[in-house]
């Protein structure tokens, strides 16, 4: 069974600032892919960024960009020129893949992390 | 439709009734899941559906829960004999294909008085 964690409960930053939020998991699989998701006020959970575990190069999204560290099991998402409209709380999840590259799509989650960004 | 809507958006019971929860995902998505959000906590998942069959339940906490999907569409989470613990923010998603790219709805936040 995988875990993933998300040692921060809360981080503040100040607008335009730059933050990280750390996330760590373990899993003896070796094909998977991570994400991190932003859920607002609203509860809708929105897709900020994937990252396939085979591929050696961190991926980025505009502002939003990760630190993958495959060895270590660590995954943190860095926020560069904070908007108020990041305020959310963050979750971090793993997806299995079979052997073949494919999933069912079962997600693992994180516990979260509320980010509040301050004008 | 758009996106994947979920009714209903809050819902207060008393404990021992029973609740109905509605998801209709993305019209073609042939992939459905239920997560459950308790307070302050990531996302337990619950279960999966491919079409109408559901080959992964593994995640529902007991036989108080049960959930069917129709027309590989429309799916609803039934909760039996509430109890306070069921307290919680239901969310459903669904993808184009199992393992694509989710699309969550706005969830439905059950309250067990």
């Known amino acids: 069974a995988q875990t993933v964690t998300q040692s921060q409960p809360e981080m503040s930053v100040q607008e335009a600032e730059t933050v990280t939020l750390s996330c760590t998991y373990d899993t003896s699989e070796s094909n998977y892919y991570l994400f991190w998701y932003k859920q607002p006020p609203s509860r809708q959970m929105i897709l900020v960024i994937r990252q396939e575990a085979y591929k050696q190069q961190n991926a980025t999204e505009n502002r939003f960009s990760v630190n993958f560290q495959k060895a270590a099991k660590s995954f943190s998402l860095k926020i560069s020129d904070s908007q108020l409209g990041d305020t959310a709380m963050y979750f971090c999840a793993f997806m299995k893949l079979s052997a073949g590259g494919t999933s069912y799509g079962k997600l693992t989650f994180g516990q979260g992390t509320i980010l509040t960004v301050h004008p | ?113």
């Open chain 2, 1 to 113: 439709g758009a996106g994947v809507s979920q009714s209903p958006s809050n819902k207060v019971t008393e404990k021992g009734k029973d609740v109905e929860l509605r998801c209709d995902p993305i019209s073609g998505h042939t992939a459905l899941y239920w997560y459950r959000q308790s307070l302050g906590q990531g996302l337990e998942f619950l279960i999966y559906f491919q079409g109408n069959s559901a080959p992964d339940k593994s995640g529902l906490p007991s036989d108080r829960f049960s959930a069917e999907r129709t027309g590989g569409s429309v799916s609803t989470l039934t909760i039996q004999r509430t109890q306070q613990e069921d307290s919680a923010v239901y969310l459903c998603a669904s993808s184009l294909v199992p393992g694509g790219t989710y699309t969550f709805g706005s969830g439905t936040r059950l309250t067990v008085v």
